[in-house]
């Protein structure tokens, strides 16, 4: 687990895809970083304060169910999910991508992951070009985060 923010940065989608493509078990974390995260080592529910037993992350690998639909599309969709807790969480939430082995799953039924290693941070043109596809499909979704709660 190297715990440096000194990350190459992805700033586009087809180069997310491309490393989607390429491997297995990783995953994007919304946070200040692979420096503050790594100190901490866990996640913390911000409903109880519990500890939990690894890093919140939401996984990239792209399902079987998904069979021979654009990869692209589907990293946007992991990408957009989420793209509102930069808004919500404050200054310096930004997207990484790690390689990590899950160990368990959050409140919210996310995978909390173990054995981190940073790949890389994801650039803004990279969520701008998520924002994007997910606007031209015949049926959008909002965000994971709805308003009107």
Same mark, same amino acid.
């Given at each position: 687990?190297?715990?440096?923010?000194?990350?190459?940065?992805?700033?586009?989608?087809?180069?997310?895809?491309? $490393?989607?493509?390429?491997?297995?078990? $990783?995953?994007?974390?919304?946070?200040?970083?692979?420096?503050?995260?790594?100190?901490?080592?866990?996640?913390?529910?911000?409903?109880?304060?519990?500890?939990?037993?690894?890093?919140?992350?939401?996984?990239?690998?792209?399902?079987?169910?998904?069979?021979?639909?654009?990869?692209?599309?589907?990293?946007?969709?992991?990408?957009?999910?989420?793209?509102? $807790?930069?808004?919500?969480?404050?200054?310096?939430?930004?997207?990484?991508?790690?390689?990590?082995?899950?160990?368990?799953?959050?409140?919210?039924?996310?995978?909390?992951?173990?054995?981190?290693?940073?790949?890389?941070?994801?650039?803004?043109?990279?969520?701008?070009?998520?924002?994007?596809?997910?606007?031209?499909?015949?049926?959008?979704?909002?965000? $994971?985060?709805?308003?009107?709660?």
């Amino acid at each position: 687990m190297d715990a440096t923010d000194d990350l190459p940065v992805l700033g586009t989608l087809a180069g997310l895809t491309a $490393l989607v493509e390429r491997d297995r078990g $990783l995953y994007v974390r919304w946070s200040r970083g692979p420096a503050a995260d790594l100190r901490a080592v866990s996640s913390t529910d911000e409903l109880t304060g519990v500890a939990m037993p690894g890093l919140s992350a939401n996984p990239l690998d792209v399902e079987e169910w998904w069979r021979d639909r654009p990869v692209d599309l589907w990293v946007a969709r992991r990408l957009y999910d989420y793209e509102h $807790l930069p808004r919500e969480k404050g200054p310096g939430i930004r997207p990484w991508a790690l390689k990590g082995r899950e160990t368990g799953r959050g409140p919210d039924n996310e995978p909390l992951v173990t054995d981190v290693r940073p790949l890389c941070w994801i650039g803004p043109g990279a969520i701008e070009e998520a924002q994007r596809q997910v606007a031209r499909q015949g049926n959008p979704w909002g965000p $994971l985060r709805r308003t009107g709660r």
